[in-house]
């Protein structure tokens, strides 16, 4: 069987790569992935010359891209490739809508003119907006309140426009805050982890008392692939963590994780537009299928400091240049 996986550079697609290639022997694997600031080879540097692995480089909006990776045919499509960070959606919406929705439009015409057996749209929480009280469920209306939010929502809907209108084999899968290794440091636990280690503050945004789930990435990628093989088409399934925190709650196991203190370490700044305040998701449907999260969160937390710290050449060459820019700009609006 051979895949495409688009975006597998990135921090969940590396991981979603990375586990196939182990535990399926059976698949092969071509990553289409644009290299954009959080694509990163280094991300896949231990598989990179394994047989069953080929890497594209290319935009899922170009369609003659996608064409060229999915080559004499795929089994299957998973999508990854997406800009992810609400902050830099706020600072500049367009490439989001761009990637988000018709990069996906151009994967699911491809689907549909090659007739792909499965394709897989990795989706998020933050579709259903804010949650005052109680859980998400699929069938809960969108209600996206940031841009990122808003392509994401976007695209799904396409997604499940073409399983109604064409048939299309689809599945969503909609993910909670993921963390882990190798994830880009302009998201809160590697931010904070690796200021810490540079004994810099730690911008907590507003009160601190915003309430994430958090999934760890290895958990969020074993339940990509279950969905993949076990999902039934035209559903959305719910992947979460069951680990809701504030994010002070996050930060004072972070802060005290790389033995520094609140008091000298966390520096309160001016809130995020529109800050969504909770997401909570119920994963029942995900766990009737069969799924459900391994990883501890305080032990899932532990080993992710412990990576950063043991693994400074991976993050210490990503925070200059393009990164730097981004935060002047980002603290430049605030
Ligand atoms: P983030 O990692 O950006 O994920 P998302 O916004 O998609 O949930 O942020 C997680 C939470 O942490 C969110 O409530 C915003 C907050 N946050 C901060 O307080 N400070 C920061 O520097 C960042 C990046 C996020």
Known sequence: MRWLVTGG??????????????????????????????????????????????????????????????????????????????????LDPKDFLHTDILGTHVLLEAQRERGVRRYLQVSTDEVYGDVAAGDSTESDPLRPRSPYAASK????????????????????????????PRQYPEKIVPLF??????????PVYGDGEQIRDWLHVEDHARAILH???????????????????????????????????METHVEHVTDRLGHDRRYALDTAKLRA?????????????RSTVAWYRANESWWRPLKTGEYLEYYKRQYAQR
């Not at 698949?27 to 692995?53: F, I, K």
């Not at 976007?154 to 882990?180: E, F, K, M």
């Not at 299928?289 to 937390?301: M, Q």
Request: aromatic share 8%.
């Open 227 to 261: 969905v993949l093989e076990r999902g039934k088409t035209g559903n959305v399934y719910n992947v979460g963590g069951a680990n809701p925190r504030t994010n002070l709650e996050l930060t004072r196991l972070l802060v005290e994780g790389c033995g520094r203190s």
């Open 9 to 90: 550079l990135g921090f969940i697609g590396s991981q979603f790569i990375r586990l196939v290639l182990r535990e399926r022997a059976e698949v092969s694997v071509v990553n289409l992935d644009a290299m954009t600031y959080a694509g990163n080879p280094a991300n896949l540097r231990d598989v990179e010359h394994d047989p069953r692995y080929r890497f594209h480089k290319g935009d899922i909006c170009d369609a003659g891209a996608v064409a060229e990776a999915i080559g004499p045919g795929v089994d299957a499509i998973v999508n990854f490739a997406a800009e992810t960070h609400v902050d830099r959606s706020i």
């Open 193 to 202: 982890v690796t200021n810490l280690i540079d004994n810099q503050p730690v």
């Open 153 to 180: 929502a976007g695209a799904d809907l396409q997604v499940l426009a073409y399983h109604v209108t064409y048939g299309a084999p689809v599945l969503i899968t909609r993910g909670s805050n993921t963390y882990g």
């Open 289 to 301: 299928l069969g799924w459900s999260p391994r990883v501890p969160f305080d032990e899932g937390l």
